[in-house]
C-alpha cells in the first residue's frame, strides 16, 4: 500500500515509498523501493536515525571527541565507535590518478591506548592533485616506509620529496628521491589540517584511541572526506 504523504527516503531520497509493517516499538516501518532500505519517521533510539548518523559522523571530522558526539547526539560512545568502524570499512581508498609528477611524504605521530605508546603514520601528498594518496601506521622505522611504498606501487610516481630522514633514503629509490626540507612545505600544512580536523592529534589532547583500529578508521575517514571533499570554487 502506497503512502498518502509523500516521503523522501533519507537514503536516496527517492519517494518509491510504501509501509512495511509496524515495528516492536508501534511505530511504523518504511521500506524504499528504490535502494530497498528500511526507516522510520521517528526512531525510539536516535542511534538508528540516518541523520544523526551523519550528524555525528561530520562532527567527528570536524574535530570533536567521542564523547562530544554521544553528548550532542544522545547516543553511547560505543555506538559513536561502531558508525567510525562500520563508515571506514565501506570506504575504498584509490588514488584518483595513475602518474604523479611530484609525492611528498612526511611523518606525523600520536599516541593510542597511552602516552607513552607512540604510533606514527607516514603519509604520501601529491600537491600539484591536492590528494594524499595513502597512509601507513605502526613505528618510526623503514618498516612502516615500506608498508607506504607497497601501498603506492601501482602508481607511476616521478620523485620522491622527504626531509634527511634515515628511513626515507634506505627505502625510496635513490634516483627518485629528493632531499630537503624546501621540498616539504605542502604536506607541512597538511600536518597542520590533520591536528586540527581530528581531536586525538591535537597536541597536548586528553583525547586519544583507546584501541589502533579505531585510531587507523578515524584518520582513513579523514582522508577520504578530504580528497572527496566538494570544490570551493
Same mark, same amino acid.
Given at each position: 500500500?502506497?503512502?498518502? &504523504?509523500?516521503?523522501?527516503?533519507?537514503?536516496?531520497?527517492?519517494?518509491?515509498?510504501?509501509?512495511?509493517?509496524?515495528?516492536?516499538?508501534?511505530?511504523? *516501518?518504511?521500506?524504499?523501493?528504490?535502494?530497498?532500505? +528500511?526507516?522510520?519517521?521517528?526512531?525510539? @533510539?536516535?542511534?538508528?536515525?540516518?541523520?544523526?548518523?551523519?550528524?555525528?559522523?561530520?562532527?567527528?571530522?570536524?574535530?570533536?571527541?567521542?564523547?562530544?558526539?554521544?553528548?550532542?547526539?544522545?547516543?553511547?560512545?560505543?555506538?559513536?565507535? $561502531?558508525?567510525?568502524? $562500520?563508515?571506514?570499512? &565501506?570506504?575504498?581508498?584509490?588514488?584518483?590518478?595513475?602518474? @604523479?609528477?611530484?609525492?611528498?611524504?612526511?611523518? +606525523? !605521530?600520536? @599516541?593510542?591506548? %597511552?602516552?607513552?605508546?607512540?604510533? !606514527?603514520?607516514?603519509?604520501?601528498?601529491?600537491?600539484? %592533485?591536492?590528494?594524499?594518496?595513502?597512509?601507513?601506521?605502526?613505528? $618510526?622505522? !623503514? %618498516?612502516?616506509?615500506?608498508?607506504?611504498?607497497?601501498?603506492?606501487?601501482?602508481?607511476?610516481?616521478?620523485?620522491?620529496?622527504?626531509?634527511?630522514?634515515? #628511513?626515507?633514503? #634506505?627505502?625510496?629509490?635513490?634516483?627518485?628521491?629528493?632531499?630537503?626540507? +624546501?621540498?616539504? %612545505?605542502?604536506?607541512?600544512?597538511? *600536518?597542520t589540517w590533520f591536528r586540527t580536523r581530528?581531536?586525538?592529534?591535537?597536541? $597536548?589532547?586528553?583525547?586519544?584511541?583507546?584501541?589502533?583500529?579505531?585510531? @587507523?578508521?578515524?584518520?582513513?575517514? #579523514?582522508i577520504y572526506h578530504r580528497n572527496h +571533499?566538494?570544490?570551493?570554487?
Open positions: 500500500m502506497r503512502l498518502y &504523504k509523500e516521503v523522501n527516503c533519507p537514503y536516496c531520497q527517492s519517494v518509491k515509498v510504501v509501509k512495511n509493517g509496524i515495528k516492536r516499538s508501534g511505530k511504523q *516501518n518504511l521500506l524504499c523501493r528504490q535502494c530497498c532500505k +528500511q526507516f522510520q519517521f521517528e526512531y525510539v @533510539y536516535q542511534a538508528c536515525d540516518h541523520h544523526c548518523k551523519k550528524i555525528v559522523e561530520r562532527m567527528l571530522l570536524r574535530g570533536s571527541g567521542i564523547r562530544d558526539c554521544a553528548a550532542v547526539a544522545g547516543i553511547s560512545k560505543e555506538t559513536v565507535l $561502531r558508525i567510525i568502524l $562500520r563508515n571506514a570499512v &565501506k570506504l575504498d581508498m584509490k588514488p584518483h590518478h595513475c602518474h @604523479y609528477n611530484k609525492v611528498q611524504i612526511d611523518e +606525523q !605521530w600520536s @599516541y593510542v591506548g %597511552k602516552k607513552k605508546k607512540k604510533v !606514527w603514520m607516514i603519509y604520501a601528498y601529491a600537491p600539484e %592533485k591536492d590528494e594524499i594518496l595513502g597512509f601507513a601506521m605502526g613505528k $618510526r622505522n !623503514w %618498516k612502516t616506509v615500506y608498508n607506504l611504498l607497497l601501498k603506492l606501487k601501482a602508481l607511476n610516481i616521478d620523485f620522491f620529496l622527504t626531509d634527511n630522514w634515515e #628511513a626515507f633514503k #634506505a627505502v625510496l629509490p635513490g634516483e627518485k628521491h629528493l632531499i630537503g626540507k +624546501q621540498f616539504t %612545505k605542502a604536506i607541512e600544512g597538511i *600536518n581530528l581531536r586525538r592529534l591535537v597536541r $597536548r589532547t586528553v583525547c586519544f584511541s583507546k584501541k589502533l583500529i579505531y585510531h @587507523y578508521s578515524m584518520t582513513k575517514l #579523514a +571533499q566538494s570544490s570551493y570554487i
